[in-house]
């Protein structure tokens, strides 16, 4: 499987490089280098259904949620504190979550251990939500970036998509971004930005959800990081969570 060859090379690769000092990076989504750690959910865990097992290492699985096969379900109301106290509850084997919000919206982080992979999740009422349609989304196509780090925006070897995918036969909006550009400062400490992300979008017309799954590890050369989580397993893994929780919510 294609996948547990792609990851299983991450274990090879992650750590590697120097560590006399934490480099600086820009914000912006798949710049930070710290893996995320820790937990601040409550409550009780609720086991989903989980898809398939992508095996990474000895000891070590990634298992990719899913939901029942269906498009994602139309949610009956606006959903609440009450809601989101609910779904931030949601465990996952092989992943570490850590709620940031549970407030005015959901939103929860999945970290795999190392090698990091992030998957956060946003859902949240509708506050002038578009239709699935590229069209209307491109007008948005200027907000979107700002998930990718500032220096890396406008380099003519970044990678930045926006485009329609399919779940179950419902429409949804996506984002793409690659960009690299790291290297050393003027006192040879390691120094830039780099980001490997794929964001999904989908809004039933009263309540939505984002989902950014991306690489969150330690950095590395630019064809290094490219080769060990293409964009299709960044996609699976984003649909995969997207595809739970909007059965979930």
Request: aromatic content about 8%.
């Amino acid at each position: 499987m294609r996948t547990s060859v792609v990851l299983a090379s991450v274990i090879a690769l992650a750590g590697c490089g120097s560590k006399k000092e934490a480099p600086k990076t820009e914000t912006g989504s798949g710049s930070q280098v710290a893996p995320a750690t820790g937990s601040d959910t409550a409550g009780s865990a609720v086991t989903p259904a989980a898809g398939s097992a992508i095996p990474v290492s000895k000891g070590i699985s990634i298992k990719v949620p899913k939901g029942d096969g269906t498009p994602p379900k139309a949610t009956t109301k606006t959903l609440d504190r009450k809601d989101f106290e609910r779904m931030m509850t949601l465990k996952f084997d092989g992943f570490e979550s850590s709620v940031r919000n549970r407030d005015n919206q959901l939103d929860v982080r999945h970290s795999t251990p190392r090698p990091t992979l992030a998957t956060t999740v946003t859902v949240a009422p509708c506050f002038d939500c578009l239709p699935m349609e590229l069209d209307k989304w491109k007008a948005k196509e200027p907000g979107l970036k700002m998930l990718l780090a500032e220096g890396l925006r406008d380099r003519a070897d970044t990678t930045w998509e926006l485009g329609t995918t399919d779940l179950n036969g419902q429409k949804l909006i996506y984002t793409y971004q690659f960009g690299h550009n790291y290297g050393v400062d003027e006192s040879g400490n390691p120094d830039g930005a780099f980001s490997n992300a794929y964001a999904l979008y989908y809004n039933d017309g009263k309540n939505q959800i984002r989902v950014v799954a991306e690489y969150k590890d330690d950095p590395m050369s630019r064809d290094d990081l490219k080769a060990i989580v293409p964009k299709e397993d960044l996609e699976k893994l984003a649909k995969g969570f997207l595809d739970f929780y909007t059965h979930a919510w």
